[in-house]
């Protein structure tokens, strides 16, 4: 019987570790200088502030499913998690969400200041190339790799989502809209996670073309559930601003389809993914139970 939970805490230690590792390093340490110090304070408050790690966790499901995660798993899966984490940093930002709660502590900005927390960001979406360019990895992966992660971060991906999702305020978005906002602005990364977890361990293209499946339907489920906690968690356990997203006047799939009519798509999308999975055997549990732990979570 697949156990989710012991894996989630035993990949969550493997990633911490393995990104605590990386900021600590000789080669990367002995650069930093008194003034350059702040930056790595506010890159590590970020970056090793006990999130979920779902989209690594997801990056080590995929690779679970077609073999076992290796050490090119554990490069990859930092590699998008600094990603995500220098998007949190700028989605932050007065400019951006404004907010001043992030899981729990106080937003980068807050912590430290705008000008530190904007190149904190800076610094971890470069860290995340590096982090797949200085890994000991065949250079036809490493290109696969790298060609995944910058789409799905930038103006075809995460970047061009953020940038719809805030012209979006105030408006009354179509939900055809709405989904191919969120395919870019949570799901190209969610895609990318899971891309990259096969990628680490060679999967053959059909494995990669039913992870992309599996991935595409998981990543809407994610935004989804994300949309329906926002009204029904609290801000204690969100450890953000609950409701934040009404507050703002953004469009979601609650105020779209209603509480119910979000949750029932979120199970349809589930269903999706988990279908798109029957090829694999039994080394895909963990991906099939994390598609049911997204749709779940109450944060």
Partial sequence: MTDLKAFRVEYQARINQYLDDALASQHFSSAITASGNALLQAMRYSLLDGGKRIRPILAYAAAHAVSEPNTTTDALASAVECIHAYSLIHDDLPAMDDDDLRRGKPTCHIAFDEASAILAGDALQCFAFESIINANIPADQALQALKVLAKASGINGMVLGQAIDLSSVDKALPLDELQQMHGFKTGALIQASVALGGISVSATQEQQQQLRHYAD????????????????????????????DAIRNKPTYVSLLGLQGARTRADELVTHAVESLDTFGDGANYLRELAHYIVNRDH
């Fill in 217 to 244: 339907a998981i990543g809407l489920a994610f935004q989804v559930q994300d949309d329906i906690i926002d009204v029904t968690s609290d801000t204690h356990t969100l450890g953000k601003q609950q409701g934040s």
